[in-house]
């Protein structure tokens, strides 16, 4: 007969002091400050405050400490917090189109009015390890850059004035959101894009893949990426305009995609849309990917039954908080239903046996 393990509350308090000792690691190694984690581990911290829904660098960086570098416990960290906040207003929404751009590329004009900005990316590395990083030597020093007043328009605006690309409905409604409001299917393209937006960076990136090998019949150009800072903006009733309470570092991606046209819209390139906390692009261009995917009944499209083409399977599994909750939690005690099944499978065995032996008599 099996039974439970006991230990109970002692057992538990132990496993944190001991998870606690592992957190420090070795005592005489000085410890990760989280001005460290903030400064130097940036992409880890806008990933966890992307996928958190929660943008401050601060809390993203303790998150990321408390979880040992786990960056999925960091994210339930950031939304577990989130949940406490009140909330005091509602800001404007953001002008990316005056974003301070400290990269902007396009795959689809070289010469960008404005001009391409590649800025700190790893594109053009050797992806080779870098020893001298291990000799903790001085911090490096970027060639300063002229800076520059140019206007960056948007790329897609550019075939957008020739009708070649599809315009964008604009609307002022306040989209749903979906923190506060439980998700149904089908899902508008607002709600699809938060869902995108805090789902885990392997799943949509995957989902994206997938559609460029084939399964969506999807062939994406970069029209746009740009990464930098905006500022957001809230009305202040009692003043009777808005005023800049702050900036927040973007990525925002838009593709050009193919589109043959149909019976009422001629031939012309759709979009797919991509806006992530902090310096995210792999992130933002796979929910451009993933978002276009998901247009295919909107634009009139067939449906060939690819992954990235079904709204539930893909928002209902992109969420790696839910995901991690449901798989983790059958690590925890089931003895009941163990012993339930256990003795399910007992009974079946023995009316198996008893069942051979009629037969052999």
């Known amino acids: 007969m099996y039974v439970a393990v006991k230990g109970g509350e002692r057992a538990i308090d132990a496993a944190h002091e001991w998870l606690a000792e592992e957190r420090r690691g070795d005592p005489q190694v000085p410890e990760l400050s989280l001005a460290q984690i903030r400064e130097q581990m940036s992409l880890a911290v806008n990933r966890v405050m992307a996928e958190g829904s929660l943008y401050d660098p601060e809390l993203a960086a303790l998150a990321i400490k408390q979880a040992r570098g786990d960056l999925i416990e960091a994210i339930f960290l950031i939304r577990a917090y989130r949940t406490t906040l009140p909330r005091i207003g509602h800001s404007r929404p953001v002008e990316t189109s005056a974003m301070r751009c400290d990269r902007r590329v396009s795959a689809t004009f070289k010469d960008a009015p404005g001009g391409q900005v590649l800025g700190p990316t790893f594109d053009y590395t050797h992806r080779l390890l870098d020893f001298k990083l291990a000799a903790e030597g001085e911090a490096p020093v970027a060639r300063q850059a002229e800076p520059t007043l140019a206007p960056t328009p948007r790329i897609t605006e550019f075939l957008n004035r020739d009708g070649l690309i599809q315009d964008e409905a604009h609307s002022d409604e306040t989209p749903p959101d979906m923190t506060r409001q439980p998700m149904e299917y089908p899902a508008d393209r607002s709600t699809r894009l938060q869902a995108l937006t805090r789902g885990d960076e392997g799943f949509v990136l995957g989902m994206a893949y997938s559609t460029q090998r084939g399964y969506g019949r999807n062939h994406p150009f970069v ?139």
């Not at 905006?230 to 900036?247: A, N, Q, T």
């Not at 079904?310 to 939690?329: C, M, P, R, W």
């Not at 256990?342 to 052999?360: D, I, Y």
């Open 223 to 361: 029209g746009e990426l740009r990464i930098g800072a905006v500022e957001v903006e809230m009305e202040i009733p009692e003043l009777g305009f808005d005023i800049c309470i702050g900036e927040v570092t973007l990525t925002e991606c838009e593709t050009v995609n193919q589109f043959m046209g149909s019976k009422t819209e001629p031939a012309q390139f759709t979009r797919g849309y991509g806006l992530v906390f902090g310096q995210t692009e792999r992130k933002a261009i796979s929910m451009a990917l993933v978002d276009r995917a998901l247009r295919w009944e909107e634009l009139g499209e067939e449906n060939v039954g690819a992954p990235a083409q079904d709204e539930e399977f893909v928002l209902a599994h992109s969420d790696n908080i839910q995901a991690t909750g449901f798989l983790e939690h059958i690590k925890l005690p089931h003895y009941v239903d163990f012993q339930s099944e256990l003795e399910l499978v007992r009974k079946m065995r023995r009316e198996v046996e008893g069942s051979m032996k009629e037969a052999a008599e």
